[in-house]
DNA sequence: AACGAGACCTGGCAGC
DNA sequence: TGCTGCCAGGTCTCGT
């Protein structure tokens, strides 16, 4: 699920919890990622959630005294309940609100994270390491050619790495390379100024398509079922091949490929993503 | 400094 | 039907 559009589709599902008050916390399984901090009830209990924010893939829940960093890591949900409802196999984590809505994290994998960042979240161990956003202006051209020229590693790998840049996830990965016309392949170092701008404003548009898109199934996000956003999405390369073949490419017919790149599936056109310039 | 592999977990599905 | 093995949207940690 969770590749930054759903983040921040859930981030906006959240809002309506602005200006409520905490009535109670309750876990019930503090071992995600890192084990959710005992004391989370003690500090949030009358506390009042001021406002949402988000930075990669976190989302930043801003109470009176501090920070909660929420993750959702591969699996997780969250879910805006507007009464309590018994939980499920895999609800680990609640906040009960004082008017009765209750946010509620769902995870089956738990390589979610509920962490406690105090009042000053950039600091965290976490969030200081990370590099720009991408749709912020300091994710440019310059600033990717500048940072990619010592590292020789496929370009795919380097943009997912969150050091150099956040919230590029594996689907996002492969429909920008294949936007920007980039064999995932390539050597990171080997890209030219040019194919840098290119691929910058790809990952850009990628995931601004699919920000809109995740927004647009807002309605349905936090229904019953929890319906994913990307359901109506169509994607250029992700998921369209096996091992064996592929589905014809969208722009030029040829068979779209897979490969194992650092453990992970990566798709492309090897006619369109030439390897040029290796 | 940079890289690759391993680690954390559960559920779903293909293949036998 | 039931078992086995592999795959899945993330990302930190460790050994080289």
Same mark, same amino acid.
């Given at each position: 699920?969770?590749?930054?559009?759903?983040?921040?589709?859930?981030?906006?599902?959240?809002?309506?919890?602005?200006?409520?008050?905490?009535?109670?916390?309750?876990?019930?399984?503090?071992?995600?990622?890192? +084990?959710? +901090?005992?004391?989370?009830?003690?500090?949030?209990?009358?506390?009042?959630?001021? =406002?949402?924010?988000?930075?990669?893939?976190?989302?930043?829940?801003?109470?009176?005294?501090?920070?909660?960093?929420?993750?959702?890591?591969?699996?997780?949900?969250?879910?805006?309940?507007?009464?309590?409802?018994?939980?499920?196999?895999?609800?680990?984590?609640?906040?009960?609100?004082?008017?009765?809505?209750? #946010?509620? #994290?769902?995870?089956?994998?738990?390589?979610?994270?509920?962490?406690? =960042?105090?009042?000053?979240?950039?600091?965290?161990?976490?969030?200081?390491?990370?590099? +720009?956003?991408?749709?912020?202006?300091?994710?440019?051209?310059?600033?990717?050619?500048?940072?990619?020229?010592?590292?020789?590693?496929?370009?795919?790998?380097?943009?997912?790495?969150?050091?150099?840049?956040?919230?590029?996830?594996?689907?996002?990965?492969?429909?920008? #390379?294949?936007?920007?016309?980039?064999?995932?392949?390539?050597?990171?170092?080997?890209?030219?100024?040019?194919?840098? =701008?290119?691929?910058?404003?790809?990952?850009?548009?990628?995931?601004?398509?699919?920000? =809109?898109?995740?927004?647009?199934?807002?309605?349905?996000?936090? /229904?019953?079922?929890?319906?994913?956003?990307?359901?109506?999405?169509?994607?250029?390369?992700?998921?369209?091949?096996?091992?064996?073949?592929?589905? +014809?490419?969208?722009?030029?017919?040829?068979?779209?490929?897979?490969?194992?790149? /650092?453990?992970?599936?990566?798709?492309?056109?090897?006619?369109?993503?030439?390897?040029?310039?290796?």
């Amino acid at each position: 699920m969770p590749e930054l559009p759903e983040v921040e589709t859930t981030r906006l599902g959240l809002v309506p919890l602005i200006d409520k008050t905490v009535a109670s916390v309750i876990i019930r399984n503090a071992s995600l990622r890192w +084990p959710i +901090p005992q004391n989370l009830p003690e500090l949030l209990q009358g506390k009042t959630l001021r =406002a949402l924010s988000r930075r990669a893939k976190y989302i930043l829940a801003h109470f009176d005294n501090g920070v909660l960093l929420l993750h959702l890591g591969m699996s997780g949900r969250i879910c805006l309940l507007e009464q309590n409802e018994a939980p499920q196999k895999h609800d680990h984590f609640d906040i009960v609100f004082v008017n009765g809505q209750v #946010l509620r #994290l769902r995870d089956p994998r738990r390589f979610g994270a509920v962490l406690w =960042a105090g009042d000053n979240p950039q600091e965290h161990m976490l969030l200081k390491v990370l590099g +720009p956003e991408p749709l912020e202006q300091d994710f440019t051209a310059d600033y990717l050619y500048r940072n990619i020229r010592t590292r020789s590693v496929a370009i795919k790998i380097a943009v997912m790495d969150s050091h150099l840049v956040v919230g590029v996830g594996n689907i996002y990965a492969s429909e920008s #390379l294949f936007r920007a016309r980039i064999h995932p392949e390539r050597p990171a170092k080997s890209l030219s100024k040019a194919e840098c =701008a290119r691929l910058v404003t790809e990952i850009k548009s990628t995931l601004s398509d699919a920000l =809109a898109a995740g927004g647009s199934s807002l309605r349905d996000f936090f /229904g019953a079922d929890g319906n994913p956003g990307y359901f109506q999405q169509q994607y250029f390369v992700y998921g369209r091949a096996n091992d064996k073949a592929g589905e +014809p490419c969208r722009v030029c017919g040829a068979p779209i490929k897979m490969i194992r790149q /650092g453990q992970r599936s990566t798709f492309y056109c090897g006619s369109c993503q030439g390897l040029r310039r290796v």
